[in-house]
C-alpha cells in the first residue's frame, strides 16, 4: 500500500523502495508486480515495465489491469 500511495504521489523513489520490498517478499505478487510495471511506466522505462507486466501476467492472465499495462507497453 505504501509503495501503491508514493507512485500516485509521483514520489518513484519512494514507491520503488516499498515495492521492491513487497516483491522480496513475495515475487509472484501481481498486483505488487502490476504497481511497479506502472511506475517503470510513469518513468518512461517501457521495456523494464513490460518484465513487470509479463510477470504480472503469469500470475493473474485475465486481470484487466495487468493486460492494460501490457497494451501500454507496445
Request: proline share 3%; aromatic share 8%; charged share 25%.
Amino acid at each position: 500500500d505504501k509503495g501503491e500511495l508514493a507512485a500516485k504521489s509521483l514520489d518513484f523513489e519512494a514507491a520503488h523502495h516499498w515495492l521492491g520490498e513487497a516483491e522480496q517478499t513475495d515475487s509472484t505478487n501481481w498486483r505488487v508486480l502490476k504497481a511497479r510495471g506502472a511506475v517503470f511506466l510513469a518513468e518512461g522505462k517501457v521495456s523494464i515495465a513490460r518484465g513487470y507486466f509479463d510477470r504480472a501476467l503469469k500470475s493473474a492472465p485475465n486481470e484487466p489491469k495487468v493486460l492494460s499495462g501490457c497494451g501500454m507497453c507496445c
